[in-house]
């Protein structure tokens, strides 16, 4: 299915007609089944992904500014997998005893030492550190979600990095 039938698919589902989901769905599961589990290596988690972008695909087609809806369906489940996938990893790699780690006293203290040094770096700043390291983006996806030069995103990061370093390393 190219993108022309495919924009002319999800026009119908956005006025009310549905039928064409069923379109859809049979041209387009078994390339998001695929994608999917390739990046999960489960079947069953590629097929619960494939639900997933489905269902998101009914709830809320895409916009009609989208010009690839192609390429936006198969980024929705890259962006599901890779979603699923983090959680998966997070919880087979995390024991009881590192959770157990995690609360204890020292810990909670160099948490609030972290987050209160966080909270000093300029707003730009605090974003691209949030993003890289707690959303796990790459620099490339924070250029674009920021609208800011991959240059100017690695300056930042750097910059806010070397800023948390020293504000720590006053606090000892």
């Known amino acids: 299915m190219d993108n022309k039938q495919l924009c002319k698919y999800f026009v119908e589902i956005r006025n009310g007609d549905y039928s064409s989901f069923d379109d859809i769905y049979c041209d387009m599961s078994i390339p998001i089944f695929t994608i999917s589990c390739r990046i999960l290596q489960s079947k069953e988690d590629a097929e619960d992904v494939m639900q997933d972008v489905f269902i998101k695909l009914f709830d809320k087609p895409p916009n009609p500014d989208v010009i690839n809806i192609r390429a936006w369906i198969f980024k929705v489940t890259h962006n599901l997998a890779i979603d699923r996938k983090r959680k998966i990893d997070r919880f087979d790699c995390v ?38 390291i707690n959303a796990e983006l790459k620099f490339r996806e924070i250029s674009d979600i920021m609208t800011m030069p991959l240059g100017t995103v690695l300056w930042k990061y750097r910059k806010a990095i070397e800023k948390l370093r020293k504000i720590l390393s006053e606090e000892d």
Do not use: C, G, W
């Open 95 to 132: 024991s009881e005893s590192e959770i157990d780690h995690l609360f204890t006293s020292a810990s909670i203290d160099t948490a609030i030492n972290l987050e209160k040094a966080v909270m000093q770096l300029h707003v730009d700043e605090r974003a691209i550190v949030t993003y890289h």
